[in-house]
């Protein structure tokens, strides 16, 4: 993916008391039911090495920090009415004792110089409770970095609190349908950049991104034949893969990259097979003549899940990665589907019918502990994990046409990123890390 | 015995005197014969201009009814009725064996159509399901349509999911109705 952040160079500050994490650090489980979310203060930045006092950014920065760190719903940014009037220098020392009294946990102070078309931002991170530094970086570029900086900030922040730095670089896919054509959509996880990726004037579906984030794969029925495509997105140029008539629809990508499953019912009725992309090779997998669709690899590569009717009603199965050891994983419900496998093995995000409607469930891989996690007036269908598994995206119903949205993997903190505007938005599909920031 | 062939003999005297009579008479001729002119009837030159518009009304009406012919079964081949389905099946109720019996019917009858047999879902579960499910649905309609002696090579399928709803609206009416297979006839190549 393009770098946007190619004048952005950072300086790690060598701060003497800087510590570095602990070998073997437990970090807060951050989806689990007793999570309190982690209450930042993010007082106005002050100008650096004398520049000019008035500039917007000094509120701006803080203020943007405060949206992104919000958006992951792990963060309540303390009322900024209640900080007490501060105007240190970054040199001074910090006086934790205002900051704990307020209630604040954690502190992020920082500056800004802004010297013609050079813009330079620092950011400190202090944990409040222990009194102390916990991250800072500098960081220099041009004007409009802004958002750069903060989101790698964002990402700073998240990693020393939780142990890994988010998901603003990552994009999802999905379609949108209008006057009987669909194309391929993308949009960034905080609801910007939204664009256009596919022209083909036709039913386009199912997208599927590559492991490198550099290829999307889809169904299109440019041909009047459901057929299956790869398209560069650097380059813009679509191959067709498989073309044979009836369905040639796509489903997950292995962790090595190599291979996709695919949805063929060149055998007489709809199985699953796996395709060498390189090398086009083409091996079937399952067996049976009942409905065999939507399959997708666990995060080893080891197992893969799909959905089969086989035993009356579609529901989720999993079988090994050479379709041995077939078993059914969905007991409870007349009708699940769309599996999703955890990026950290041991969930299993999908669709169930409750209701009249469908709504997201998770579950263990061995099919215990099944929780539902929406409860939407409208339903949700096709959930698709974050790559570092703590959100899920799923196609809710906004104004009678069909919207993207953000849940936390437990549940709470749901946003809209897109919906009742124009397009009926479906089948979401979460990019890998894109290093966009 | 010898009365019979007397009267016989003298009935067939006087019918071969009748012929005479009538032959020997002198009809006048049908060319009539004036002084110095002989006038021809033009029975030659009319039947000449005669022929080609009898053969041009007769090849303009054969056309006309051609035409309607084939507007009749284009309106035909455009009107076949869809078949329905239940919630996630592609079995065929009666009704639709019936409404495919109808099709089949239609389609022996006349040979130049193909069929091609698109299958629909509703908007509920997800679009690949809905694929496969669409795909099943054409399937067996097609399988019926070849067990009533349809030639495999006229009837194709294609599986549209639940992508192309008749009905955009979401309840259990509009559901219903999207919930098809649907027909489209065509001239063979």
């Known amino acids: 993916m393009m770098k946007r952040t190619g004048l952005v160079v950072c300086f790690l500050l060598s701060i003497l008391y800087l510590p570095l994490p602990a070998p073997g650090k437990v970090y807060i489980d951050i989806l689990s039911p007793a999570f309190q979310k982690f209450p930042i203060a993010l007082p106005d930045f002050i100008p650096l090495d004398g520049a000019d006092r008035e500039t917007p950014l000094l509120v701006e920065i803080p203020g943007r920090l405060s949206d992104a760190l919000g958006m992951t719903g792990f963060f309540r940014t303390i009322d900024r009415k209640a900080y007490f009037e501060s105007s240190q220098t970054p040199e001074e020392e910090v006086r934790f004792s205002d900051w704990r009294v307020i209630g604040a946990e954690f502190l992020v102070k920082g500056g800004v110089l802004q010297d013609g078309d050079t813009l330079s931002i620092e950011f400190r991170l202090y944990d409040v409770v222990e009194g102390k530094l916990l991250a800072g970086k500098r960081y220099t570029g041009k004007k409009g970095d802004e958002k750069t900086m903060v989101y790698r900030f964002a990402g700073e922040i998240l990693e020393a609190l939780t142990g890994s730095r988010g998901v603003f670089d990552t994009e999802i896919a999905f379609t949108g349908k209008k006057n009987r054509v669909s194309e391929i959509y993308t949009i960034e996880f905080d609801g910007s950049n939204f664009r256009k990726r596919t022209n083909n004037g036709t039913i386009t579906l199912l997208s599927r991104w590559s492991v490198d984030g550099s290829k999307i794969a889809y169904t299109a029925y440019t041909r009047g034949n459901p057929d299956l495509y790869l398209l560069n997105l650097p380059t813009g140029e679509t191959k067709r893969l498989r073309h044979e008539r009836g369905l040639n629809l796509t489903g997950g990508w292995s962790p090595d990259g190599r291979k996709m499953l695919v949805v063929s019912s060149r055998d007489g009725n709809e199985e699953i097979y796996t395709l060498e992309v390189d090398t086009g090779s083409f091996v079937r997998l399952t067996n049976d003549p009942a409905i065999d669709v939507s399959p997708t690899w666990s995060s080893d590569g080891k197992q893969i899940a799909f959905v089969s009717n086989r035993s009356g009603s579609p529901q989720i199965f999993i079988m090994d990665e050479d379709g041995s050891r077939v078993r059914r994983a969905t007991f409870q419900g007349s009708y699940n589907t769309s599996p999703a496998w955890s990026p950290a093995g041991s969930r299993i995000a999908y669709e169930g019918r409750t209701g009249g409607q469908f709504q997201i469930f998770t579950m263990d891989v061995n099919g215990g502990n099944t929780t539902q996690l929406t409860y939407e007036d409208g339903g949700a269908e096709s959930p698709a994990w974050s790559p570092d598994g703590r959100f899920i995206a799923f196609q809710g119903k906004k104004n009678g046409r069909g919207s993207i949205c953000v849940i936390n993997a437990n549940g709470l903190n749901l946003r809209v990123l897109y919906g009742g505007a124009d397009l009926d938005a479906v089948s979401p599909a979460w990019s890998p890390h894109l290093n966009l920031y | ?189």
């Open chain 2, 1 to 189: 015995m010898r009365k019979c062939n007397l009267f016989r003999g003298a009935l067939l005297i006087i019918l071969c005197l009748a012929v005479a009579l009538v032959f020997g008479c002198g009809k006048k001729p049908v060319m009539k014969e004036e002084m110095g002119v002989i006038v021809k009837e033009p029975v030659q030159e009319k039947a000449e201009t005669a022929v080609p518009s009898e053969t041009a009304i007769q090849e303009e009406r054969l056309k006309e009814k051609e035409r309607q012919e084939k507007e009749r079964v284009i309106q035909e081949a455009a009107s076949f009725t869809d078949i329905y389905f239940e919630f996630d099946q592609y079995d065929l109720t009666a009704a639709a064996r019936e409404t495919l019996k109808q099709h089949a019917d239609w389609l022996l009858a006349n040979p130049g159509f193909d069929v091609l047999v698109e299958g629909h879902c509703d908007e509920r579960g997800t679009a690949e399901y809905n694929l496969a499910l669409g795909e099943r649905r054409a399937g067996a309609a097609r399988d019926y349509l070849l067990s009533l002696g349809m030639e495999a090579g006229r009837v194709t399928t294609i599986s549209y999911g639940e992508e192309l709803p008749l009905d955009p609206s979401h309840d259990e009416a509009a559901w219903a109705k999207n919930r098809r297979a649907h027909f489209v006839v065509t001239p063979s190549k």
